[in-house]
């Protein structure tokens, strides 16, 4: 399909377009800077201007708890479904960033993978719709562009929307995305060769506007070759406070952990919640040993899943997508940016 | 049903528990409805559903070629293993598997096999021992040295007897401490190895039990001539999915519960964090 636009004062009403089909998501303005994923209505204001949301989308898909199955009477145990069991509608999810857009590809690919299938997070991230909105300027602690992930996509998203003023231009590259502006075509008018212009120059501009460093490539040449003196980890891991914030704002991470939570008399749930690898408990077995008792161990981890050839090569890319969350998240300094920069200048 | 594909266990009753120590049992769960019962392979594990508390991996602890039932052997130590302790015939579990990559039963073909096992380290051997007695003439020597603390704590002890009557295999048992009914060998396992005699270059070793006497066995191995490749053990680690989703067995970039836990120490020596 032909590139569109779309009036931004109309926006609403593309959505609500949506709503017949699935359950419309955008990111909404909860107080200061912080936005969240929201389920949408009208009577919300579209944000076009925000940096990013404070939790990655990856919550849409990959709940940080949710239910596996009921069970009742453990000792005959009986089992029962743990949710909507395919009730609920696809997301439509609106303002995808790209850093965010290129994590759910890596999510999906993720749970895809090593031969087993988790379907239900699957069908949740193939069914969605996802409309991205392509950035005019980097954030503080943004670097997508030394992550390949962004600011704006060739590939990798249903609708890509560019802001271009009083109107948005939609690069449209699925079936799926065809479908749904062709749900609500009278809202649509194809891009004028001006437009095309426009955002041919916006994303120029935008370019120039993104600092490209070279602290990715030399951290992971020093990871993978394992590089980097075991007293510089213990070092930086001093400042590790093992809350794990790191892994739960992170749009790529994926650890979870499995219990089977009290629901009732007799009844439990059980539950998949996210954990993160910098917790001291996350390899602690049943004897007490702790393959990765140390703190450093545990953050050598953290930046060996992220960064390392041998997982590149499994992935297909490192597992970072530079969406800054672990720069605002850590205060510790101990986030992909700031260490991978101590890493490119301490350790030649 | 949501995840049902890998999350959610098939139900499995227990026809029988057998104690095998004070500290470790034998589970018989009845498999009528477990379609892999009979299509798993030595080496592979289990995550068993204890319900209310949790999942843990256990090995399947018997070969394919005689699974009536699926036989777990479980140490007591933790919240599952404890509750499961309290469970008798009749009660319940829950099974998703098998998991895991398989001993390498292919590659001993035609080989001498060296088994040493450790406490409670030889059931995943047991597994393999079983199968390689139901295909005895793919083989030659079979070779088991079994070591426990103290004649108490030796699993599987009807089996023990059977087999050291048995012309197919040579079993060498010891004990760390011995009792007025002992009349065997006293003293680590890795005793037995020093001073014996094998054909390092057609011996297949397969080594599982405690990790101080793993470290130790494989030494003594080496120097026996026999290559780190041809040394096999199992890699246990912390284990939640066993589907390799939830990141907990990762060692480098090996995700333990699917491209393990069976490994040979020239394997092990490269990856990039200690197992
Ligand atoms: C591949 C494999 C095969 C195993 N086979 C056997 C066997 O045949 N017999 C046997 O007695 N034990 C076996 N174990 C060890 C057994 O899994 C642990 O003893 C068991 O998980 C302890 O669980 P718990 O809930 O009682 O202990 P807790 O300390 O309460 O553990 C809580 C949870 O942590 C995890 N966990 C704790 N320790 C371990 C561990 N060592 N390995 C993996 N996950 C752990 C489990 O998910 C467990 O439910 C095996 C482990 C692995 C990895
Ligand atoms: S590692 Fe940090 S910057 Fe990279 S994707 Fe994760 S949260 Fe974003
Ligand atoms: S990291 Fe890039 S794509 Fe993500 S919000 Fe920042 S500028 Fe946009
Ligand atoms: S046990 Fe979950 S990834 Fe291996």
Redesign the pocket.
């Known amino acids: 399909m032909r590139p569109m636009t779309i009036l931004e004062s109309v926006l609403p009403s593309f959505l609500a377009a949506l709503a017949g089909d699935y359950r419309v998501v955008a990111p909404q303005r909860v107080g200061g800077a912080d936005v969240v994923y929201a389920d949408w209505t009208d009577d919300v204001p579209v944000d076009l201007d925000f940096v990013n949301t404070v939790v990655p989308p990856k919550m849409l898909f990959f709940p940080a708890r949710e239910t596996l199955f009921h069970i009742e009477d453990p000792r005959h145990a009986t089992l029962s479904a743990g949710q909507e069991a395919g009730a609920t509608k696809p997301l439509a999810i609106f303002g995808l960033r790209s850093c965010d857009a290129t994590g759910l590809a890596f999510l999906e690919k993720f749970f895809a993978g090593r031969g087993f299938e988790d379907d239900t997070i699957l069908a949740r991230i193939r069914s969605a719709l996802t409309m991205t909105l392509a950035c005019r300027e980097p954030g503080a602690d943004c670097f997508c562009v030394c992550c390949e992930a962004g600011p704006w996509l060739t590939a990798g998203f249903d609708i890509q929307f560019s802001d271009l003023g009083d109107r948005l231009l939609a690069d449209v590259r699925t079936e799926k995305g065809e479908a749904a502006i062709a749900a609500a075509s009278s809202l649509f008018t194809l891009a004028t060769p001006e437009d095309l212009d426009a955002w041919s120059r916006q994303l120029t501009k935008v370019d120039a506007t993104f600092e490209r460093r070279s602290f990715m490539a030399a951290g992971t040449r020093r990871i993978s070759l394992g590089r980097i003196p075991q007293e510089k980890w213990e070092h930086w891991a001093e400042d590790c406070r093992g809350c794990g914030g790191c892994c739960f704002v992170c749009p790529t991470c994926s650890c979870f952990t499995v219990t089977d939570r009290p629901s009732g008399d007799d009844a439990f749930d059980r539950e998949r919640q996210w954990d993160a690898c910098l917790y001291e408990g996350f390899t602690?077995?049943?004897?007490g040993?702790n393959p990765r008792a140390a703190k450093a161990e545990r953050l050598k981890r953290r930046f060996f899943h992220k960064m390392s050839y041998q997982y590149i090569d499994v992935m297909g890319r490192h597992g970072c997508v530079g969406c800054g969350r672990c720069v605002a998240t850590c205060m510790g300094g101990l986030d992909i940016s700031t260490l991978l920069t101590r890493i490119h200048d301490e350790c030649p | 049903m949501s995840a049902r594909s890998l999350y959610l266990p098939h139900l499995a009753e227990i026809a029988r528990v057998e104690e095998e120590t004070p500290d470790?049992r034998t589970y018989f769960l009845e498999a009528n409805g477990v379609e892999w019962r009979r299509a798993y392979h030595p080496g592979q594990?289990v995550e068993l559903s204890v319900f209310g508390?949790?999942?843990?991996?256990?090995?399947l602890?018997q070969s394919p070629t005689r699974s009536d039932f699926i036989e777990?052997?479980?140490?007591?130590?933790?919240?599952?293993?404890?509750r499961l302790h309290t469970y008798r015939a009749g009660d319940v579990v829950g099974l998703r598997g098998p998991f895991?990559n398989a001993f390498p039963f292919e590659r001993a073909r035609g080989r001498n096999l060296l088994f040493v096992g450790g406490g409670?380290g030889l059931?995943?051997l047991r597994s393999l021992i079983n199968y390689v007695l139901d295909h005895r003439t793919d083989y030659r020597d079979v070779t088991v040295l079994y070591g426990a603390r103290t004649p108490a704590d030796r699993v599987y002890k009807n089996e023990l007897a059977e087999w050291s009557r048995s012309p197919a295999l040579t079993l060498v048992e010891t004990v760390d401490r011995g009792d007025d009914t002992w009349t065997g060998h006293v003293g680590v396992v890795t005793r037995l190895l020093k001073g014996m005699t094998v054909d390092a270059a057609a011996t297949l070793a397969f080594t599982c039990g405690p990790p101080v006497m793993l470290t130790f066995v494989v030494a003594e191995l080496i120097a026996l001539g026999i290559a780190p490749s041809n040394v096999v053990t199992?890699?246990?680690?912390?284990?939640?999915c066993g589907v390799g989703k939830c990141g907990?067995?990762c060692v480098g970039h090996h995700y333990?519960?699917v491209d393990?836990?069976v490994y040979n120490y020239d394997q092990i020596r490269r990856l990039p964090e200690a197992p």
Do not use: D, Q, W
Not at chain 2, 53 to 59: D, I, Q, T
Not at chain 2, 234 to 240: G, I, V
């Open positions: 602690r077995e049943a004897s040993h | 470790t594990f508390v949790g999942e843990a991996p256990f090995c602890a777990l052997t479980v140490r007591r130590t933790g919240a599952v293993t404890n895991g409670i059931p995943p199992t890699l246990e680690r912390y284990m939640k907990h067995c333990i519960c393990g836990p």
